[in-house]
């Protein structure tokens, strides 16, 4: 009886732990993808830009980062942001609509955003992952300027006509 009791007590011990693990490590990502969220809605580029994921699009595989010093990549990030507003492209406002887990423990969040363009207004979706504490978008759907305000780096930004 004296065992049973001592494996209940360490069960009762330690199970709550890999629950409030769970749940901190929900929370941490919640508040990092919102405020990069944020930070795009309030048009702070510097901050957002702080918190993405940077890595490049020419073939390498995203975990492998950028090639690019800071400044670098942040100059580039800049003419991303540059190309944004030469299309009228703004954040409106975003949601968490869900957290998705994938193995057990690696979890995504399921956005909603809203963006204006010209003028007009379109709802989007995509997937985040929070990768070494940084904002990681890592699918969209249907945005076609995603890729001018997430932490893609190294690829051509295209002379565009502005809208």
Do not use: C
């Amino acid at each position: 009886m004296k065992k049973i009791m001592v494996v209940i007590s360490l069960f009762l011990l330690v199970f709550p732990r890999f629950l409030f693990a769970e749940y901190f490590a929900e929370r941490e990502m919640k508040m990092i993808t919102t405020n990069y969220y944020q930070a795009l809605i309030d048009e702070d580029y510097a901050t957002a830009f702080e918190m993405l994921y940077l890595y490049d699009a020419n073939g390498r595989h995203p975990v492998d980062g950028t090639t690019l010093s800071n400044q670098e990549a942040k100059e580039f990030y800049m003419k991303k942001v540059a190309f944004l507003q030469a299309q009228q492209y703004k954040m409106k406002d975003f949601e968490i609509a869900k957290i998705r887990y994938e193995d057990g423990h690696t979890a995504f969040l399921e956005m909603k955003f809203e963006v204006e363009q010209g003028g007009r207004r379109f709802e989007h979706a995509e997937t985040v992952h929070v990768w070494e504490g940084k904002v990681w978008i890592m699918g969209e759907e249907k945005d076609p300027f995603t890729k001018y305000r997430d932490g893609r780096m190294n690829f051509d930004i295209p002379e565009a006509p502005v809208y």
